[in-house]
């Protein structure tokens, strides 16, 4: 999930907190339903201290209605494909955090090989999302530090959920955005804590 700073005792304003630059809602209503108690209202939150947000999700909601050009208008079912072809866009233009990845992440050359021909022109007639749309996307999540993915039951319920997944955990690894404020926190929000 988000790192919307839920196990510090300051909040968003802990001086150990860092606002996200981008969040990316991936299948994700956070504003209507919140099965893994995340409350949508953290985002609104975030939004009003400077946070933007890209929405991957065939229906204009709420949120994608904000996210402007950041709205990925993803054919049910392409989302793997999608995440692929934005993973290509990081690797060939060395987007990745190398830091990062030489201390955290095993497999940065075999990831790059196995998305060496996942293009966004490729991913295109799956996804219905434009190539340069894709392209900036993947630029748009990988510079701007430190930025999150949140997805929502549109990735766990479809038949290549887990595969479109790991792809969008290895989308946040290489970028240096695990477990770090403002990032993806691998810790549980303090919403289950004392259950």
């Known amino acids: 999930e988000l790192d919307y700073a839920g196990g510090l005792e300051g909040g968003y304003d802990d001086p150990e907190y860092c606002v ?4 990316i809602l991936w299948g994700k209503m956070p504003l209507a339903s919140n099965p893994d108690g995340f409350f949508g209202h953290a ?3 975030l ?3 400077g946070m933007k947000v890209a929405v991957v999700d065939p229906q204009l909601t709420w949120l994608a209605a904000r996210a ?3 709205w990925l208008r993803v054919r049910p079912g392409g989302d793997g494909a999608l995440a692929m072809a934005m993973l290509k866009v990081i ?3 060395k987007l990745y955090d ?4 030489d201390k955290w992440v095993y497999g940065l050359d075999e990831l790059a090989e196995r998305v060496a021909d996942k293009t966004p022109e490729w991913a295109e007639p799956i996804t219905w999302v434009p190539a340069d749309v894709i392209r900036g996307a993947a630029r748009a999540f990988a510079m701007n530090a430190p930025s999150s993915i949140m997805w929502g039951l549109a990735i766990d319920t479809q038949q290549n959920g887990a595969q479109a997944g790991q792809a969008l955990l290895a989308l946040g690894a290489i970028c240096g955005y695990m477990d770090v ?3 993806i926190t691998l810790a549980l929000p303090s919403s289950f804590m004392g259950r």
């Open 20 to 23: 996200p630059e981008l969040m």
């Open 43 to 45: 985002v609104i939150d």
């Open 47 to 49: 939004m009003k201290r």
């Open 68 to 70: 402007g050009e950041d």
């Open 91 to 93: 690797c060939d233009e």
């Open 98 to 101: 190398q830091e990062f990845c």
């Open 181 to 183: 404020p403002g990032g």
